[in-house]
């Protein structure tokens, strides 16, 4: 199998998703890891630690009728919907770019990216993709046994062998997600600002932000609003660190309580 080096979020080429991709841009502007000098249709985050660490997560307009996630290992995560005949989804109430004039200056650097499949999605189909990718990665189980599978960026050698090194920097992260409770593909970003749960309260109350039951002193949720139907597209807002890097920003806590999918 090959390594898992590239995922790259699609959007068809159109003008809605270079204002988004524009968007994104801008609202990524001060982690330092997030490309600059790419090509206006394309934005890529290279991991700033260890040295050579992949997969690389980019952002790119492309060929393509509606929203996917590419893993250059063949798997295409494009948008389905569960088989409920009632749709729970996430609305979004805030665009783009009024997450990014609030956020402004405060967005320090990417955890994860994410995928979430819609509930109802056969157990054989997500076996396979769980499977396939991490064959190809340093992929870890989530520690308290949901199927929050994290693909964490690492070496040759650590691919083939396993992490020890535990160091901040080793992001932006990729999450798959076995939903629920939605019934349509959602796309997850999760940020690290400098912002307390009390600021960012203030910047994204109810019903613009939100929290998830157990995670609700870690991060803000935001959903956004965007062209494409069928989509769920949201932002995890995580607060402000005190003190030194938890064993989350590390990666030591996935590695040695979830343990290596081989």
Known sequence: ??????????????????????????????VPYAAAGTPPDRLTLTPPAPHGALPVTTFALADVAAPEVALDTGQVLGVSRGPQTEAVTLPGRVELAELTRRL?????????????????????????????VAAGSAMYRYPTGEQWPF?????????????????????????????QRLTQTSWQFALWTDLTRAELEL??????????????????????????????????LCYR?????????????????GGRMR
């Open 1 to 30: 199998m090959d390594r898992l080096s590239e995922i790259t979020f699609r959007l068809p080429g159109t003008p809605e998703s270079r204002a988004f991709l524009d968007g994104l841009r801008l609202l990524l502007a001060d």
């Open 104 to 132: 402004a200056g405060h967005v320090r650097r990417v955890d994860h990216t994410g995928v979430n499949l819609p509930v109802g999605t056969p157990d054989e189909e997500w076996a396979d993709l769980v499977h396939a």
């Open 151 to 179: 693909v964490l960026p690492a070496t040759v050698e650590e691919v083939d062998g396993d992490i020890g090194d535990f160091v901040v920097g080793r992001e932006p992260r990729f999450e798959l997600v076995q939903e």
């Open 203 to 236: 910047l994204f109350p109810e019903p613009e932000g939100l929290t998830f039951p157990g995670l609700a002193d870690v991060f803000r949720v935001v959903p956004v609003r965007h062209p494409w139907p069928g989509l769920g597209i949201r932002f995890d």
């Open 241 to 257: 660190g005190e003190g030194g890097p938890s064993d989350w920003e590390t990666g030591e806590w996935l590695v040695t309580e």
